[in-house]
């Protein structure tokens, strides 16, 4: 399938285009962004324990551990 060039297209396809989408945007559910980035926040913090990102991966359980050291001589 070929890619879609808006500037391609009649100016009353990308205006069809662009109501189409508001349409899409108006029926979205809105939050405030306060409330959003507290929620956001402790969901962070609640898994923050369990995250081998933050925590870190134990030695035992690294796939990614060397197996032995290289020694050139």
Partial sequence: ??????EDLPEKEKLKME??????EVKL???????C???????IEERSREDPL??????DKNPFKEK?????S
């Fill in 37 to 43: 980035s507290e929620e956001i926040k402790n969901y």
């Fill in 19 to 24: 109501v189409e989408q508001l349409r899409k």
């Fill in 1 to 6: 399938m070929p890619a879609l060039h808006i």
């Fill in 68 to 72: 032995g050291s290289c020694i050139i």
């Fill in 29 to 35: 559910q809105r939050q405030q962004v306060s409330k």
């Fill in 54 to 59: 933050v925590k870190g991966i134990p030695e």
